[in-house]
């Protein structure tokens, strides 16, 4: 649901509009994390005993406690970057979460038994409510210097357009969350199944490429939490150029950023893999195709979030599903033969795919192009459905 607030909010963030799309987020945000922290709390002997972990469930006695928080720190960084906060956003996430969670277990450790798995979960759920507070107060405060919040009882006056309907938020909201399961599908069930077909030690080797790669698209994150609410903005005002001028000045932001790290692990990844320790530079072609894979994912921009952010959330939605899908059949069919450097291949399959795929949808319903270089769909005569 942070995603649809970034979206709706990020189309004009000076509208009085925006605390109801809010509202609207967090009253579905409430229920939702509610229902999930009963389901954890009434679950916690049965995980105890299904992953066979003594003492799981004194830890998601606190975790449960957190989830609600947490679910409102993830809302309330949607808000912040569709007001434009990048910065304020990230901090609700999870890295913040982490920290304080951190600073208190080292504190609890000067008093008392700060080590135990009970406090470490009780811990982590203080930070969630901490940081969540935060982010409320920041909202609070963001209100206040607003023109239109002295004169609410003309809100809608305020407003450049009309706003969207509740109907309208819940449908993007549910393609958001189908986008974020394929995800899911991708990052998890495609280590789960991995993790059932291969050894130990193939796992090891394409587990230590997989998350070395990762900081090849890194700079990603940072494109996605700024970039996203100006696409919105841009779309809604008709401003199309100026969108794929943005787009495409962020994907090649994207390359230069990414490239030292990837031509590091193209031409040295036995080296990079050896911090992991003895044995790990044994997957250095596992890295170099997961590299090259998260170089189109860097090279082709924010596509993903151009359809999302222009009212094309459903094609991104099919396109993300059936793209991991594929992936995952993927890792049954290229593992079995292949071990380690089938996974590769597989995930590698699914971040080309899925991105060469979108770009090409980009085009045709966008008429905007975001490699770096010349127009390759142009040249090879397809066109663009958008009349110039």
Known sequence: MDHALMRYVGQDHDSPF??????WAAIRCLLISLVAATILWAGRPWFETLFDATGLAGVLAGITLAVPAHAFGFLLSGFF????KPATACLLENGSVALVAGMLILAWEK???GSSLTTIGYAYAVA?????LQGGYQVWRWCHRQTWWLDRSNQALASTGAQASLGQFTATSRA????????FMQQVLGVMIAGWLLSSAELGLFKASQQTSVLIGFVLIVLNAVF?????SLYRQGKIDALGRLARQGALLGVVVAAPLLLLCLLFPGW???WFGEGFGDGEWLLRIIAIAQAVNVSTGSVSFLLNMTGHERLARNIALICNALGLLAFF???PPFGAFGAALALAFVLVVQNLATLLFVWRRLGIWTLPGPNLLALMGMKSSVVP
Do not use: Q, S
């Not at 958001?176 to 995800?183: C, R, T, V």
């Open 176 to 183: 958001f969350f189908m986008i974020n399961l394929a995800g």
């Open 333 to 335: 069919v290229l593992i």
């Open 228 to 232: 996203p609410p100006r696409f919105a």
């Open 128 to 132: 969630a409510w901490l940081v969540v």
């Open 81 to 84: 970057k569709g007001i434009r």
């Open 111 to 113: 008093v008392g038994d």
């Open 272 to 274: 990079v893999l050896g």
């Open 18 to 23: 925006v605390l109801r799309y809010l509202r």
